[in-house]
């Protein structure tokens, strides 16, 4: 007896109020909530809510199903319904609401909808919006959780967590948000969780990264008690618990053309709320935001500074330096008044190992590979699979503390830092002593990368390691600087040697020419010849003919030549007559041309070199329609183009493609002449082969004038001579310019078809080529009907104003049809 009366004393005190007496009469009428649910007509879930006390104030009409469904007597109604009103009149714990935002949220809208359909729509309980600090997390949670409101019955409830200094002091947070005081902090996390219950609600946790493994143990235990509850946290570094889906906030996005993107809208307002005019100075705003990343944190800072400086003056600024980017909002936390405090407050975070490989990873420039990470970090020239395994575990660990970026493509992940971080990264190493061995090992790595695409770029992989340099450029331009700023000869060779190729492919034909000849610079007078040095001149040779610097090609070339010779390299020496054939060549020296070709192949077929044999048998075809002999060039081209395709050889395939294109337009088979020049353009472009692409507009253009579609010609050629302009090829400029001045001649611009004839004749004497003889015939017939159409006082004035005017000038494109003379050479 006494034993039940203490069982029942102690279940009248654990459920006191209405829920606990609603729980007690239904278990003693031995029903399950389902059961009672079922009686009573109600949902499980309504049964649920009133005993937890989610559900409060129930209807008369539903006090008097339940008490029907209990088999209640009269005493034991009034005792329930008595319960009822008392829970409604006590006072219930407030939850803490998410703070009013200060401003407007600027270009956000797509980051909402992705986030808001996985907490509303249920797919996720616990979302994570992660990135590095002043990306803007805690606006864009702010905002999805207003937007989250309707979504929850039981409320939106705000943990804020940046005050925090204890992990102690997370769950105390949560209690105190959730309106829970209690004296008794044994069993805290059971009280919240009993006082959440089973109730629809969102829980918000904002700035979670100092405290991230304390807030990762609540959310786990609250998920796990509360089967109605979701979680939105925003941190810097993954909670990584059970069912966590991560949301990476991205940078705004940036400005393209004369687009009003998202970046551009968020400094305009905030500069204009500072009372600075931005009318007509979106380029300039434009560049601020591209430098600054989009980081919203940083435009903001920047947008500050408007108060003391123009746009000009901060874009200039900020090319140098992030260092003005400070001075926030003095209400702000320290680390959000500045970008260095953002990002200094994450670095603090890290641990040793995390602090030095943040270092370190700052020589990258534009991304890194995790082989080229491995390298850096281990200094073994090709790491093993522990020090592999290292790099990868130490930079997924900066990954997850959104310190380092992770973007996929084609199979293969790369890493980066935004520029901000990577300079505050860059300062650190400086101040350490390992600064110049992680810059040391740093070049040594592309100097390898370079040498091992150089074997790559003549085959079946041709696109793919174009593809890999070109990402890895900015490294390469690295490593190229700090070789010839600390005068290391030998790895300045090797490098610029290894990219000649590539420079010419993709058509840094003056960087890449600059690179070798400071390289070669660096070398003592020697009798010597080494098979770098060798190479060295060639490459220098090849990019000073591709910018008709003849003579200095000439030399690069005849010095190789001996080079090679010297060295018995007959592969070698081939090369080099290649080159001086191509010389010969665009100098109009057609009979010396072929000889050197033919002195290229013989050496190519004595050594076996099939890929060598193929470009001999292209460039003999080259000259042979240039001099007009199509039939002997349409048999030499197009055994070139099925050896290139046998070989996998993508250049080879663009270049024959184009001899054929050109053959065909110059026999007048129009239709022929498209499709192949059209299949050039498109593996031109495919490749990112410039001079490819040059050279098909170049031709098309061509078919286009002689098909009397001159709009259609204006617009390939004018596109063509920006290609050709861009890679300093005045030699092929000045055979566009005369296409344009056909097609100008045809359109009725007498005076404008002879300024750009006498613009051509200008780039002519000075590269001192001809005119190439298969081009003459139309070149005679222009100038012809030019002269017929003009006195001679009005064409040899467009002539000569042509003639002075340098090529950047003339080829801006070409005018609007007009009757009265072009202002470009009035």
């Given at each position: 007896m006494s034993s039940d009366g203490s069982r029942r004393g102690s279940d009248d005190v654990q459920e006191a109020g209405f829920g606990g007496l609603l729980r007690r009469h239904r278990r003693e009428a031995g029903l399950s909530q389902e059961g009672l649910a079922e009686l009573a007509g109600l949902s499980v879930d309504a049964i649920a809510a009133l005993e937890r006390g989610r559900r409060r104030a129930p209807r008369a009409h539903t006090l008097r199903l339940l008490a029907d469904a209990l088999r209640l007597n009269s005493a034991e109604r009034t005792q329930l319904t008595t319960s009822a009103r008392n829970d409604t009149e006590a006072p219930q714990p407030v939850l803490r609401r998410p703070p009013a935002a200060p401003n407007e949220l600027i270009g956000r809208t797509a980051e909402l909808t992705t986030t808001r359909r996985l907490l509303g729509q249920r797919i996720t309980r616990l979302l994570t919006l992660t990135g590095p600090g002043g990306i803007g997390k805690t606006r864009l949670t702010l905002a999805l959780a207003g937007e989250l409101s309707d979504d929850f019955p039981d409320g939106v409830c705000w943990v804020p967590l940046a005050a925090l200094t204890d992990a102690e002091a997370v769950a105390p947070a949560v209690a105190a948000s959730l309106g829970l005081h209690p004296m008794d902090t044994s069993r805290l996390l059971q009280d919240i969780a009993d006082q959440i219950g089973r109730r629809t609600l969102l829980l918000v946790f904002d700035n979670c990264s100092h405290v991230v493994s304390a807030v990762g143990q609540v959310c786990a235990a609250l998920l796990e008690s509360c089967p109605n509850l979701s979680i939105l946290a925003s941190s810097r570094e993954l909670l990584r618990v059970p069912g966590e889906n991560v949301y990476v906030v991205p940078p705004l996005t940036l400005p393209e053309e004369s687009e009003l993107s998202a970046a551009v809208r968020l400094f305009v307002d905030r500069a204009s709320a500072r009372g600075y005019d931005l009318t007509g100075q979106l380029e300039q705003v434009a560049r601020v935001v591209r430098r600054l990343d989009g980081m919203p944190l940083a435009i903001e800072l920047a947008a500050a500074r408007t108060n003391v400086m123009t746009i000009e003056e901060l874009a200039g600024e900020l090319e140098t330096s992030f260092g003005i980017l400070a001075g926030g909002d003095r209400t702000a936390s320290p680390r959000q008044q500045s970008m260095r405090g953002a990002i200094e407050w994450s670095h603090d975070l890290l641990t040793a190992a995390e602090r030095d490989v943040f270092a370190q990873l700052s020589v990258f420039v534009g991304g890194w590979s995790l082989g080229a990470a491995a390298v850096v970090m281990s200094g073994e020239s090709a790491p093993g699979p522990v020090a592999r395994a290292e790099a990868l575990d130490l930079t997924g660990r900066l990954v997850d503390k959104s310190l380092i970026r992770v973007t996929r493509h084609g199979g293969v992940a790369r890493y980066d830092m935004l520029a901000v971080i990577r300079e505050f990264a860059a300062d650190r190493l400086q101040t350490t002593s390992s600064v110049d061995e992680a810059v040391r090992?740093?070049?040594?790595?592309?100097?390898?990368?370079?040498?091992?695409a150089e074997r790559e770029l003549r085959g079946a992989n041709q696109e793919e390691w174009l593809e890999r340099l070109q990402s890895e450029l900015d490294n390469l331009r690295s490593a190229m600087a700090w070789a010839l700023q600390?005068?290391?000869?030998?790895?300045?060779?090797?490098?610029?040697?290894?990219?000649?190729?590539?420079?010419?492919?993709?058509?840094h034909y003056a960087e890449g020419g600059q690179w070798l000849e400071r390289s070669l610079a660096l070398l003592p007078t020697t009798d010597d010849p080494s098979p770098a040095l060798a190479k060295a001149n060639l490459g220098a040779g090849m990019l000073a003919f591709l910018q008709c610097e003849y003579d200095v090609a000439t030399t690069r070339l005849v010095t190789a030549l001996a080079q090679y010779?010297?060295?018995?390299?007959?592969?070698?020496?081939?090369?080099?007559?290649?080159?001086?054939?191509?010389?010969?060549?665009?100098?109009?020296?057609?009979?010396?041309?072929?000889?050197?070709?033919c002195q290229s192949y013989d050496l190519f077929e004595k050594v076996g070199d099939q890929s060598g044999m193929s470009w001999a048998h292209n460039q003999l075809g080259f000259v042979a329609w240039l001099r007009g002999d199509l039939d002997i060039a349409a048999r030499r081209c197009t055994k070139a183009r099925d050896s290139f395709r046998r070989l996998g050889d993508g250049e080879g395939v663009a270049w024959s493609l184009i001899s054929l294109g050109a053959i065909a337009q110059y026999k007048g088979e129009l239709v022929q002449a498209e499709v192949l020049l059209q299949e050039s353009l498109t593996l031109s472009q495919r490749l990112g082969y410039r001079e490819g692409v040059a050279w098909s507009l170049n031709q098309l253009g061509i078919v286009e004038r002689r098909r009397g579609l001159t709009e259609r010609a204006v617009h390939l050629l004018d596109e063509s001579l920006a290609e050709h302009r861009d890679l300093g090829d005045r030699w092929r400029s000045a055979s566009v310019l005369e296409e344009l001045a056909a097609v100008a001649q045809q359109r009725g611009h007498s005076e404008y078809a002879a300024f750009l004839l006498g613009a051509a004749d200008g780039v002519r004497e000075v590269i001192q080529a001809p005119v190439p003889e298969v081009e003459k015939r139309d070149y005679l017939a222009t100038r012809s009907a030019i002269e017929e159409s003009l006195d001679r006082r009005a064409y040899r004035t467009a002539w000569s104003a042509g003639r002075s005017a340098p090529l950047a000038a003339v080829a801006d494109g070409y005018p609007e049809q007009s009757s009265a003379p072009h202002p470009r050479y009035l």
């Open positions: 090992r740093h070049a040594h790595f592309y100097v390898g990368l370079a040498e091992q600390t005068r290391s000869a030998s790895e300045a060779l090797r490098l610029s040697g290894a990219l000649w190729r590539f420079c010419y492919l993709r058509g010779k010297e060295l018995d390299d007959a592969a070698g020496t081939a090369l080099v007559l290649q080159r001086l054939g191509g010389v010969a060549r665009e100098r109009g020296d057609y009979r010396a041309a072929e000889d050197l070709h």
